[in-house]
């Protein structure tokens, strides 16, 4: 029986298929918080990026196109963003950290010591109402990833809410699930932070020198100073 995104997941394999192999690939993988990250090579100016984000993207949804959308790509890292839609789909906490370490088993029989870095699934104000739901399943997958020797937590939420997730609202678009330049500006830094620490214990990842500053440093109109 033919899946949600097949249509999707195809279209994107076949569009960015030129790109299997390519040295020091950095992957994003994940739900539409990537998808609809239409500037992400000009946040990572010095870094060769591929968004494979796809629609709303579970986190079971992305296992099953695992061995389309990132194994034959050959990654030097994998950053993953997944597990809200599940939530927001009826799963429990418990049931989206067995898919991240279903997810985690699949990258390492495929891939092995390949590195990944899981990014912290982020409160919208659309969610507010399972927000602690949120931040018990993301202190259960940062305890799984404690002591992973290729993966780590990438824990863009707290930077994004603030203190007790207090909502910035200045970071979402109308809608208000998904994210406007501000927000991913945010997602941006702490990324690259990540990025700089894999670089760190696994040597040069860049394949550019480059002048230009990250998007993620610009300076936005009314920047409320997010750090």
């Known amino acids: 029986m033919p ?5 999707e997941v195809a279209a994107l394999a076949h569009r960015t298929r030129a790109r299997q192999g390519e040295d020091k690939l950095i992957l994003f993988y994940g739900s539409s918080t990537f998808t609809l990250w239409s500037d992400i090579e000009a946040h990572f100016p010095a870094h060769n990026v591929l968004n494979h984000g796809f629609g709303g993207a579970t986190l079971g949804d992305c296992l099953e196109y695992f061995d389309r959308l ?6 030097s890292a994998i ?7 599940d939530l927001d789909n009826g ?8 898919l991240l370490k279903g997810f985690l088993a699949r990258k390492r029989a495929c891939l092995g010591a390949v590195p990944l870095g899981y990014v ?7 969610r507010l109402h399972f927000m602690h739901t949120i931040g018990y399943t993301n202190k259960l997958a940062e305890r799984l990833l404690a002591d992973a020797e290729d993966a ?10 603030g203190r007790g997730y207090h909502l910035w609202q200045d970071y979402f678009t109308h809608d208000p ?3 406007n330049p501000a927000g991913y500006r945010v997602l941006g830094k702490t990324i690259d932070e990540y990025i700089g620490r894999l670089e760190a214990d696994y040597g040069p990842l860049s394949v550019r020198a480059t002048a230009a500053a990250p998007k993620w440093a610009a300076p936005l109109e009314g920047d ?3 750090s």
């Open 177 to 179: 699930l998904h994210m």
């Open 152 to 161: 780590a937590f990438v824990d863009f939420t707290r930077r994004l809410t």
């Open 224 to 226: 409320n100073g997010a």
């Open 79 to 85: 950053v993953l963003y997944a597990g809200d839609n």
């Open 70 to 75: 990132v194994t034959p790509f050959r990654p």
């Open 91 to 98: 799963a429990s906490p418990e049931a989206v950290i067995a």
């Open 3 to 7: 899946s949600w995104f097949d249509d």
């Open 120 to 126: 912290s699934i982020k409160v919208s104000r659309q």
